[in-house]
């Protein structure tokens, strides 16, 4: 005799999907393999069987959504949860795609790229000046961008902002 049409085993299957549980805990408590529930589920032979796992989570879920709905009425964070997860657009969190965080990934690297010319700007004025610093002190020491511009650097700042690059803000 199988295991399907023993009987035990889909009905050990059905209570514990009625009750909550997933497939894959059903499938544990039951004595069965995923894939065979699978094969059971997707056989155009055992119709019955793929209509009954489906009512049983159908009632599971409508059991569940009916406790958190209850209890909604003493603490509104329950509603929110199921909202929030019924309505995705209800959700606090902005969830990124891969197009920006591409985009973010590539504005880190121009912002360090930046941060080096700048570096690169800083050591040329200082040897200008007759200071002793190399590039490598100056790209260890924080950078702190000057609150006034002498007239050569606002050109150059709106000759970048005019489409050759960024205007950096200062923060």
Not at 113 to 140: C, F, I, W
Request: charged content about 35%.
């Amino acid at each position: 005799m199988s295991k399907y049409t023993d009987g035990r085993t889909v009905g050990i299957f059905l209570r514990m999907l009625k009750t909550g549980q997933t497939r894959q805990v059903a499938c544990s408590a039951a004595g069965i393999s995923p894939t065979t529930f699978t094969n059971w589920y997707k056989d155009s032979g055992k119709a019955e069987f793929k209509r009954e796992v489906d009512k049983a989570e159908a009632l599971s879920e409508e059991s569940l959504v009916r406790i958190v709905q209850e209890h909604a009425e003493k603490d509104w964070r329950s509603a929110k949860w199921l909202l929030t997860r019924r309505f995705p657009h209800w959700r606090e969190q902005a969830y990124t795609t891969q197009e920006v965080r591409n985009r973010l990934d590539a504005l880190r690297v121009r912002r360090s790229e930046l941060e080096v010319e700048y570096a690169e700007l800083r050591l040329q004025t200082v040897k200008n000046v007759g200071g002793g610093e190399d590039l490598l002190s100056l790209l260890n020491s924080p950078i702190q961008l000057e609150d006034h511009r002498n007239g050569e650097e606002e050109e150059r700042e709106e000759r970048r902002s005019n489409g050759k690059g960024s205007k950096v803000a200062s923060g």
